[in-house]
Nanobody, 127 residues
Framework: QVQLEESGGGLVQPGGSLRLSCVPS????????MGWFRQAPGKAREFVAA????????SYADFAKGRFTISSDTAKNAVYLQMNNLKFEDTAVYYC????????????????????WGQGTQVTVSS
């Protein structure tokens, strides 16, 4: 069981920036995937970005390319989602997720391949 602690959400004006953080609890996995998803009111949860731990491998949803950056800090055991130029439509609850699979069946991993999820952090873009 891996617990994920998210932080960094909040209220921001259009064009602004936020950085989300996700720290997994202690675990024994050495090669895994960390992903960010989001769910807006009345909509299905959707993929945002993913990162292969200790590998220079990332993936982004089309809406995130050029605006969002996923990164990791191995010293702090944390994954970040830097979000710039935020838009109204980025308003959602953002979830961090952990896929322990060494070699996922696809890249980025399908949503069902993530075994553990954070509680979510609200991001609201409003003027």
């Amino acid at each position: 069981q891996v617990q994920l602690e998210e932080s960094g959400g909040g209220l921001v004006q259009p064009g602004g920036s936020l950085r989300l953080s996700c720290v997994p609890s202690k675990h024994g996995f050495s090669t895994f995937t960390m992903g960010w998803f989001r769910q807006a009111p009345g909509k299905a949860r959707e993929f945002v970005a993913a990162l292969k731990w200790n590998r220079p491998v990332t993936s982004y949803a089309d809406f995130a390319k050029g605006r969002f950056t996923i990164s990791s800090d191995t010293a702090k055991n944390a994954v970040y989602l830097q979000m710039n130029n935020l838009k109204f439509e980025d308003t959602a609850v953002y979830y961090c997720a952990f896929d322990p699979t060494t070699i996922p069946s696809q890249w980025p991993p399908a949503e069902y391949e993530y075994d553990w999820w954070g509680q979510g952090t609200q991001v609201t873009v409003s003027s």
